[in-house]
């Protein structure tokens, strides 16, 4: 693809790609070459990217990402850096930008609603955008089969993809309300709760974290079958919403045959 075809068809999709939460944009907006390289390991369809400087992008992609090297020298396109700063408001130190297409809600609602062979995440009314990132990074990472919101917060926001370094990809994102939420006994983490070291949660488990300043909702303890407890001493009222799920993950994996290896 030469450069006026890549810059068309980036205008043809892009105006969507930062546009926030209105509607559900078809595509979205990989910031850096880890969003795209993860994008791309995990199946993404990437329609247009564009970088600053194609020589240190496969430079980066000959150290960093041997596997895709091939694809990124195909799909690559050189732009000067004042036209990617035209279409990418805060463009990443690696110089590169991309748009992939968003997954149709029905696939993420099948990975989500079929059989299970690990947790599905849960974020409670979450308000930070970069604490889910984080915690579609967590997901990914420990290969859980997907991460819902309740409430308002989009979670394929342009902040959230940055922050999830491209991983919305590797497992099913998507923004449901608690009586949507799929079967499976649904574990709530809270420090009133059971303490987590006692208990086993299984693979097809509902983990679920309230949010930042409030905690869970009423309606989210309802339809609970257990409030799980991360150890903390005395005196401290609770850990950050993403190293809570991080813990839970980890509590999760390390009794679990289908965590990754
Ligand atoms: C920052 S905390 C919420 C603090 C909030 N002020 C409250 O009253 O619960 C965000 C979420 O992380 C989880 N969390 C934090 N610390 C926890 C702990 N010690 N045990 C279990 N869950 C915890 C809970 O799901 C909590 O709702």
Not at 29 to 58: I, M, Q, S, T
Not at 140 to 158: E, I, N, Q
Not at 175 to 201: H, N, Y
Not at 246 to 255: E, P, Q
Request: net charge negative; hydrophobic share 50%; glycine share 12%.
């Amino acid at each position: 693809m030469d450069v006026d075809e890549a810059l068309e068809r980036w205008r043809g999709l892009g105006p969507q790609a930062g546009s926030g939460s209105v509607g559900a944009p078809r595509h979205v907006l990989l910031e850096g070459f880890h969003a795209l390289k993860h994008a791309l390991r995990f199946g993404a369809v990437v329609p247009v990217a564009l970088c600053a400087d194609r020589a240190g992008a496969l430079e980066l992609a000959a150290e960093l990402a041997p596997d895709l090297e091939g694809v990124l020298a195909g799909l690559l396109v050189e732009v000067d850096a004042e036209t990617l700063r035209g279409l990418v408001a805060r463009p990443h130190p690696t110089g590169v930008a991309a748009l992939a297409e968003r997954p149709e809600a029905v696939t993420v609602e099948a990975a989500l609603r079929g059989a299970r062979r690990t947790p599905v995440v849960v974020l409670d009314q979450p308000r930070h955008l970069g604490n889910a990132g984080a915690v579609v990074r967590l997901a990914a990472g420990f290969g859980a089969s997907g991460v819902v919101t309740t409430g308002p917060l989009d979670p394929w926001h342009p902040t959230v993809v940055r922050g999830g370094a491209g991983l919305h990809f590797a497992t099913a994102v998507a923004p449901l309300e608690v009586p949507e939420l799929p079967d499976g006994p649904l574990f709530a983490l809270d420090p009133e709760g059971a303490d987590i070291r006692g208990l086993t949660l299984p693979d097809d488990a509902l983990l679920a974290f309230g949010s930042e300043r409030h905690g869970l909702t009423a309606e989210l303890r309802a339809r609970a079958d257990q409030l799980v407890a991360l150890p903390m001493r005395p005196q401290v009222s609770s850990y950050n919403l993403a190293t809570s799920v991080g813990m839970a993950l980890f509590h999760w994996a390390s009794a679990s045959g289908a965590a990754p290896a």
